[in-house]
Nanobody, 121 residues
Framework: QVQLVESGGGLVHPGDSLTLSCAVS????????AGWFRQAPGKERELISV???????YYPDSMKGRFITSRDDAKSTVYLQINSLKFEDTAVYYC???????????????WGQGTQVTVSS
């Protein structure tokens, strides 16, 4: 079955940078666009980025500037680099994949379990 496993989360300090990884198995990753989402305590899950099979990327306006998504199809892995971390970046970060292209959470077909990122001084 298709599995997505996020890694790279943890406790970080404000101003740090962090790279999350999402390893995909059980699917031909080249055929899927991949998205990163996050859910902060008490808040709705929100989109951070989407990357297409041809490396086209999309970031909502609120996420432009500090987030960079990339993919390595040879490793079936998608990455999210977060720079200049802020307290408000504390959240569970999820990756998800879909065939085709979408920026809507409900269109994503497979999801990882999430990785916790906590920003604290």
């Amino acid at each position: 079955q298709v599995q997505l496993v996020e890694s790279g989360g943890g406790l970080v300090h404000p101003g740090d940078s962090l790279t999350l990884s999402c390893a995909v198995s059980g699917a031909t990753f080249d055929y899927y666009a991949a998205g990163w989402f996050r859910q902060a305590p008490g808040k709705e899950r929100e989109l951070i980025s989407v990357i297409s099979t041809t490396d086209h990327t999309y970031y909502p306006d609120s996420m432009k500037g500090r987030f960079i998504t990339s993919r390595d199809d040879a490793k079936s892995t998608v990455y999210l680099q977060i720079n200049s971390l802020k307290f408000e970046d504390t959240a569970v970060y999820y990756c998800a994949i879909l065939t085709g292209w979408s920026i809507w959470e409900s269109d994503f077909e497979y999801w990882g379990q999430g990785t916790q990122v906590t920003v604290s001084s």
